[in-house]
């Protein structure tokens, strides 16, 4: 499967826990993006990064939530002590550049519920 | 303050029809935007897009129209078909700086009626 990787694709945590979700670019990207989905809503730019670096976190809440994408391996979005309020489909995606018409590519998603 | 809006949440229409999904913008620097297709529990799919350069951008089934005086684009689906049933997103880019960020509006419910 050469498309985006997300996992775990459901996580569930209970109130004050650590979630982690990783992603893995498609083969060939090297510009990785989070993106959340709170339920009955679109979804909500978080976090631009590419290898080693954060383009761009403007969308990210400013305390709880960080987002790497290292060297090596997957890219994680970390939520700590995480709360009810951040139950909801976090999306990522990656494209071969940066620039609107490098068409963004989409993973299958990570439903976090937090209990 | 939602600068893409998607204002009918659900849409029906019978195999074979046309599907008309519209979306309408505020900020008028957008200029690129996209439809993405999305499945319950999975992520959302590309569709088709199109630059503000363009008013029309066609691929097999599906046309996006748009039209920048009114701030409106819409895609059509001819002939529509049972697979075709999702939400549907429409996106927008800006230029520039921040031109990776898309904007989403908050989607329309398509059932296509076999």
């Known amino acids: 499967n050469a498309g985006v990787m997300q996992n775990p694709r459901h996580l569930v945590r209970r109130r004050g826990q650590e979630a982690r979700l990783r992603c893995s670019p498609m083969?060939?990207?090297?510009?990785v993006y989070w993106y959340r989905q709170l339920p009955e809503e679109g979804l909500k730019f978080m976090v631009y990064?590419?290898?080693?670096?954060?383009?761009?976190e403007s969308g990210m809440p400013k305390e709880r939530f960080s987002a790497e994408f290292p060297k090596e391996g997957p890219s994680i979005l970390r939520i700590q002590q995480v709360v009810r309020g951040d139950s909801a489909a976090y999306f990522c995606?990656?494209?071969?550049?940066?620039?609107?018409?490098?068409?963004?590519?989409f993973g299958e998603g990570s439903w976090l519920t937090v209990v | 303050d939602q600068q893409v809006k998607q204002n009918s949440p659900s849409l029906s229409v019978q195999e074979g029809r046309i599907s008309i999904l519209n979306c309408d913008y505020t900020?008028?620097?957008?200029?690129?935007f996209l439809w993405y297709k999305k499945y319950p529990a999975e992520g959302p799919t590309f569709l088709i897009s199109?630059?503000?350069?363009?008013d029309k951008n066609e691929d097999g089934r599906f046309t996006v129209f748009l039209n920048k005086s009114a701030k409106h684009l819409s895609l059509h689906i001819v002939p529509s078909q049972p697979g075709d049933s999702a939400v549907y997103f429409c996106?927008?880019?800006?230029?520039?700086?921040?031109?990776?960020?898309?904007?989403f509006g908050k989607g329309t419910k398509l059932s296509v009626i076999p």
């Open positions: 995606a990656s494209s071969p550049g940066g620039t609107h018409g490098n068409t963004i590519y």
């Open positions: 083969k060939g990207h090297s510009h």
């Open positions: 990064l590419q290898k080693e670096n954060i383009i761009d």
């Open positions: 900020n008028s620097m957008f200029d690129y």
């Open positions: 199109i630059s503000s350069i363009k």
């Open positions: 996106a927008a880019a800006l230029s520039g700086a921040g031109s990776y960020q898309l904007t």
